[in-house]
């Protein structure tokens, strides 16, 4: 779930709230700057996310159900 913060989602939180009867999914909501994309997959006791937020925007990522996970970020700071 995308949260704005700011108007126009200048700054959002990115809340990851998985169903425990979906393995994987994604989401993708408009905004001003761009589009802010989430996806995810769940498997065998692992789970990938993958986000994509606009140039210029800020957002915080809620992790606060992942407390007592490993968490390895692989790439940070992309643009495409």
């Keep these: 779930k995308v949260i704005y913060e700011a108007q ?18 994604s989401i993708t909501t408009p905004t001003p700057y761009g589009e802010v994309s989430t996806s995810w997959e769940s498997n065998e006791g692992s789970f990938e996310l993958e986000i994509s ?8 990522l809620n992790l606060d159900r992942f407390k007592d996970w490993y968490i390895r970020i692989n790439k940070i700071g992309e643009t495409k």
């Design 8 to 25: 126009g989602f200048k700054k959002f939180t990115i809340d990851i709230q998985p169903p425990s009867n979906l393995s994987s999914t």
């Design 53 to 60: 937020v606009p140039f210029n925007t800020q957002a915080q």
